[in-house]
């Protein structure tokens, strides 16, 4: 019932793109693909929101696909909820375009994608089989491709495309073998006759690695991000967080769908893996985070980050799935798929943000921008809030999951493998760390963009942008707010998907006296995000209260002090590349093999001085180079093979045929 | 009645923290002016100081935002409520499970951040050196703190510190490795948190190794006042910590029956608390006169050992579990 709604839904949204693309570059065009987008996407949420914890309904059969297979389309516990996070993400993104959009140079390239972007994201949620999971997989991918190279003229946006559409091959060839694995040589082909067979353990072991490869790369998992930083900045702001805060989530569920629901039985170690790869995820995408300059580029490694946090959640509560820890694991679960739900709220409202100042100041650069607060209060204020999520401080909503997974680390000792024992405390320093590193990217992102003074004359003269982008960024920040206050209500609202996945669920918080959250019991651990709030706005307002009721309220407004040395130039300000300096100092060497190097001119020459950074991205280099090297050597030797007559291509086939015919029989 | 008990006694927790903060850096001050020989200001120039920073007018950078002006409620108000979470003489406050270790870390870390980014309002580089110096120690110190937190968790099974002030007190914690690279971790994270010797230097001013001061450089008058507060707040509520957690003797434990004996008790525990405070505050001034400032640079190994205490302190019970 619902699906065959939600599939109505996509539907209309293809006919959405249709429309778009019959339309033209009339101006009423953007709003109204837009508008119907974001009505659409508000339908799809409301029905996925219904149907989380409602009876589930069987699944929907469609003739299309495979003639003896069909598609099938079901909405269960765990896709609703993915339902309901890519399809709020869709419908704020879809609202911020109608002010965002008329600012697009080319709207025909984004136009007709961008609805069926969201279509092809909720079809891989609905899908119930392999082959249509594989086909709405590849479409997502290809009109995200469309929409990352809507600006193709420019170099750096045609190398990202390429990287991308390389990337997403892969990651979808390695789905499609995992998909081979789990159907087993019958051909079960639908979820449903997967979950019924039994893997034997490697071949089990192979479709963790392929959907790790095939999703994870999505995601953006260490070593498989490199693209996601090039492409998710490329696109238009809206589908950046599209990408960025939803797309993410659909390989997210990607993982969970294998992993927990068709791979059957998990072994301990599965666990082990992923959490390692999340904790040296979580770090390496701060750190990079850290040393860019260009806003849209921090924000895709910033995601990265997060990404890596979630599937520390993901690892651990398999790891407690193996050892039958039903609480811990329901713990673990929940954590992760809030941190999933949080991150894309608060990194959609980081991009509406960079999208703003985009089209305010038409600088992505850091180095350019400055004093923002002044000329866009209302933008300013609501990314304030994005970054106090982001960086996890209380009572805001990234406060809260983080705060979870956390308390799911400390339940690992319990684990009786010694691997878990001895790597899960040391992932737990890894997300330490990377959360205190990503409360001082977020420091860095908005101090240089939106405090000190303008940097460039662009940044001088900004104008704050319209009121659809201000509505929902506002929104999306008191959203964040919301569910950092109240998270028992979210918490609750995820039962039914941990009862569906582990057999159990976390204690309901709801119902706690004072809406605290109590995790395992009240002696153990317990945070009131309201409480925290209220005490924290309390005495704010008592402190100001008493000193301008008491003392003193006069002020007077100076030029700046600056110990007596004022810097005229805006130049001397710090620059994003002087904050990340000292950071840049402790894990740079390690990590980048950072290197600085200043060419002072010799003395009386009026030459400037110049100072030079480099950062290795030592995963590019011994990773990727060598592959890409390899290809080109092995194309290089084939070349011959191009140029033969037409005898030698007719034995080299028959010389082909008997070689495998051979294989075969040996085989055999 | 039980109800109102403790609200009285959560609401002299609050009052009792603000009222003393300033007090320990006073003390601090003069045990450190008597270390060097010098007779030092009275212990209570720092309420004389703050005093006078409140009445005075407030001059304003012209290019201030909004963020400027709001950034010292806010920066005081965590601050405060985190320093009214960790109990003092009595454990088993009221709003106690409101916020646990972890949370309270956070808190001070978004204090941290508002103070972090008023530092860079006014675009100064003076400003922007001291923010970034900051977040570099911060990015150290709170994954060394959480590191310490995990480590009496996993001891105690708790993160609330009530559990784990209650567990200190009763006679089954025995001599543990972990709680002594705790502590030592837990010292050092205090002195970064709180920028005092080796890693800043809170006594200077227009120096390029300052930190903390180079953010507040622009606030005057009653922002002054509340940045002070919080800072002194700090280095109470680190304290508080310590004594909590390690020399827990004389705490009230969680709940008794009101009687006469009780107020007795609390009594005993104020001065317990009192007499820790001081200590505490002595060997901080005896510490910060024996060694010398550190360049900036040197700092990250010196958090970097925290760090690694801290770690190690968490592996080693992650480990010895069940064995």
Known sequence: MQALVLLWCILSLLGVAVVAILLGSYRITSSLTYGMTAVVSAVMCVVAGMSIGAVQSPAVALPLGLPWIGAEFLVDPLSALFLVIVNLGGLVASVYALGYGRHEPSPRRVLPFFPAFLAGMTLVLLAADAFSFLVSWEFMSLTSWALVLSHHRDENNQRAGYVYILMASLGTFALLLAFGLLAGSEGHYAFAMMRGQSLPPSYASLVLLLALLGAGSKA??????????????????????????????????????????????????????????????????????????????????????????????????????????????????????????????????????????????????????????????????????????????????????????????????ELPQWGLRLFVPATGALLALSVALAGACFVRFYGITFLGRPRSAAAGQARETDRWSHGVMLALAALCLAIGLLPGYVIDLMAPVTQSLLGTHMPQQSSVAWLSLIPINKARSSYNGLLVFLFIAASASLAAYAIHRLASKATRRAPIWACGFPELSPTAQYTAASFAQPIRRVFGPLLFRAQEQVDMPPPGSMAPARFRIRLDDIIWNMLYLPIAEGVRAATDQLNVLQFLTIRRYLSLVFGVLVVLLLVIAIWR | MALTRDLIVQGLQMLLVVALAPLVTGLIRKFKARLVRRRGPSVIQPYRDLLKLVRKETVLAENASWLFRTAPYLIFAATWVAAALVPTFATGLLFNWTADLIAIVALLGSARFFLALAGMDVGTSFGGIGSSREVMIASLAEPAMIMIVFSLALLVGSTQLSTIAAFMISPNVGLRVTLGLALVSLMMV??????????????????????????????????????????????????????????????????????????????????????????????????????????????????????????????????????
Request: contains cysteine.
């Open chain 2, 190 to 323: 205090g002195i970064a948190e709180n920028a005092r010797i080796p890693v800043d230097n809170p006594a200077t001013h227009l120096e390029l190794t300052m930190v903390h001061e180079a953010m507040a450089l622009e606030y005057s008058g009653r922002h002054l006042a509340l940045i002070e507060l919080a800072s002194s707040l700090k280095l109470l509520l680190y304290l508080s910590l310590i004594t909590c957690l390690f020399l827990p003797w004389g705490m009230v434990p969680l709940r008794p029956e009101l009687s006469v004996a009780t107020l007795g008790a609390y009594a005993i525990g104020a001065g317990a608390y009192a007499a820790k405070l001081g200590l505490g505050c002595m060997m901080l001034a005896l510490f910060e006169t024996a060694i010398a400032k550190m360049r900036v640079f040197r700092v990250p190994t010196f958090l970097g050992a925290a760090l690694m205490l801290g770690f190690l302190g968490a592996l080693l019970l992650f480990v010895s579990r069940g064995l």
């Open chain 1, 220 to 413: 953006g998992v260490l070593p498989l991000h490199v693209w996601l930083p090039l492409a998710h900045p490329a696109a238009p702001s809206h589908v950046s967080a599209l990408m960025s805060g939803v797309m993410t989530k659909v390989a997210i569920y990607t993982v969970i769908r294998i992993l927990f629901d068709l791979a059957g039985p998990p072994q301990w170690w599965w666990g082990l893996i992923i959490i390692l790869l999340g904790g040296a995820t979580a770090l390496m995408g701060v750190l990079y985070a850290l040393f860019q300059t260009d806003m849209k580029r921090i924000l895709a490694y910033s995601t990265i980050e997060n990404i890596g946090i979630i599937f520390a959640g993901l690892g651990l509560a398999l790891s407690f799935r193996v050892d039958h820890f039903g609480a811990a694991a329901a713990l673990a679960f929940t954590a992760a798929l809030f941190h999933a739900f949080n991150h894309s709220l608060f990194k959609s409202l980081m991009f509406f943000g960079s999208g703003a100042v985009l089209t305010a100041t038409g600088e992505r650069d850091m180095d350019k921008l400055g004093g923002l607060i002044h000329r866009m209060p209302v933008t300013a204020l609501a990314v304030l809030g994005g970054a106090a999520a982001i960086s996890a401080l209380p009572p805001w909503n990234g406060f809260v999951s983080e705060w979870l997974t956390f308390q799911t680390i400390l339940l690992s000792p």
